[in-house]
């Protein structure tokens, strides 16, 4: 859903700008389509993190968290390694590992109440 709105101001922006707009096909951009500066976007980053009072992360660490709870709610690592860009799924599960064995865990007790309302 934030996707998608994000998507609607960005074409908005594109409207109004006319011919000036520089189209690059961005997620996140200035509002000529160009790409934002990173330290911009760090100092933003940062200050957002301050005014909603979280615990202080770096960016990159929102990847990594999403990638670790889509593999801790049980979707699929290839798919997960598709959204990432990874060239395979061998990247994705080498650096994100330290979620499976809850996993394990997991699984293993629903194949125990499995087999137990069989019985």
Same mark, same amino acid.
């Given at each position: 859903? /934030?996707?998608k709105k994000q998507k609607t101001q960005v074409i908005k922006e594109k409207l ?6 520089? #189209? !690059? #096909? =961005?997620? $996140?951009c200035t509002s000529k389509g160009t790409p934002v500066n990173p330290e911009n976007?760090? &100092? +933003?980053?940062?200050?957002? $993190?301050?005014?909603?009072? /979280?615990?202080?992360? &770096?960016? !990159? #660490?929102? &990847?990594?968290? !999403? %990638? +670790?709870?889509?593999? %801790? ?9 598709? &959204?990432?860009? !990874?060239? *395979? $799924?061998? +990247? +994705? =599960? #080498?650096?994100?590992?330290? /979620?499976?064995? *809850?996993?394990?865990?997991?699984? %293993?007790?629903? $194949? ?6 069989? *019985?």
């Amino acid at each position: 859903m /934030v996707l998608k709105k994000q998507k609607t101001q960005v074409i908005k922006e594109k409207l109004s700008c006319g011919p000036e707009y520089v #189209d !690059h #096909d =961005l997620v $996140i951009c200035t509002s000529k389509g160009t790409p934002v500066n990173p330290e911009n976007l760090k &100092r +933003t980053f940062q200050r957002l $993190i301050k005014e909603a009072g /979280v615990q202080p992360i &770096r960016f !990159h #660490d929102l &990847r990594h968290t !999403h %990638a +670790t709870m889509l593999l %801790a709610s049980g979707k699929q690592a290839k798919v997960i390694s598709e &959204r990432l860009g !990874h060239s *395979n $799924i061998k +990247t +994705t =599960l #080498d650096i994100y590992s330290h /979620v499976l064995p *809850n996993m394990q865990e997991e699984t %293993a007790h629903q $194949i125990d109440a499995l087999l137990t309302k069989s *019985n």
